[in-house]
């Protein structure tokens, strides 16, 4: 039964907003701002079946919509005879529509999921570059065999030399690095960085430059020695003629979804769709949810055909993050069964 006619033939259930304020254990540095906390909502739905959480966690300067928009959003949606015009609701709020499916995931399975352990990547914020290094040490002793570093904040060169200490002690049989850029680079200075950056044996490198200029990131991408990760490229395209348009014509090597920036988990189903299509690899990964959010994503990727690292280990970056059967070890997200959540936030 989808939520459309859950909610027509059950009266019962209600939704409300709970508000809660994410704190970073340390400030989290990107090209754009540095984050030291994140003012998220969870939406709850409560019935004779229970009650199923969602997250509401759009993300400031990157998403479209922000904490603010969010009541409005929810009493139309709460009122509206067509609660899953997914296109519809998507061009309101990308984040709403994540939280509403998770919401209603939740109360329909529970919270009992133990999903598969997931592959994830080691992610090294932006810091200072001796922090940096051994933050990446850090994760690799702690056996992720692949990491991930934002770049684009410090001076270039000295970019290049943490990645060539790095590369030197780890081969790329024995580590697989990812870059995030961002959209740090300008589009005329891109292609040396990259040819520069390839020589460090990277994997892939997230939007070296801003969303928004088709033409130069098309180009970027056919002249490349590193393949190319769209993110932010992605941010607001909802139609699916306006994804298999963006993706056709720019013809990236990856795509990145979150289901908080992207449209949902319905909106990520559609970029798979036609990745698989276009023979574009993907993988998915969390846009700083607290372990609410990041239990709805690894349920749905579960139920998926995936390979590869996902990008699924920001959990750890809060200081008050709810208490959850989540962990992560070795380098994988898993699920302990043993362990149960701390629902006390969410006591109406």
Known sequence: MDIQTYFRVSQEITARLVPHELVFIKPAQTSRNILVQHRIHYVVFEGPNGFGIGEYAPIEGLSLETPDTLQTVFDEWTQSANRCDWNYWR???SAFVFAIETAFDTYINGWKHAFSPIAINGLVWMSAIEAMRSEAHHKIQADFQCVKFKVGAHNFEEECNLLDSIR???????LMIRLDANGAFSADEAMDKLTKLASFHVHSIEQPIRAGNQVAMAEICKQSPIPIALDEELIGVHER?????????IRPQYIVLKPTLHGGKHGCDEWIELATELNIGWWVTSALESNIGLYGIACWLDSKSYSGYQGLGTGELYANNIDSPLKVEKGYLTHQPKQS???????G
């Open 91 to 93: 061009a309101k709020s």
């Open 168 to 174: 030197r002690q780890y081969p790329d049989s024995n």
């Open 241 to 249: 003629s306006s994804k298999r348009m963006l993706l056709e014509t």
């Open 341 to 347: 959540w701390d629902f006390n936030l969410f006591q």
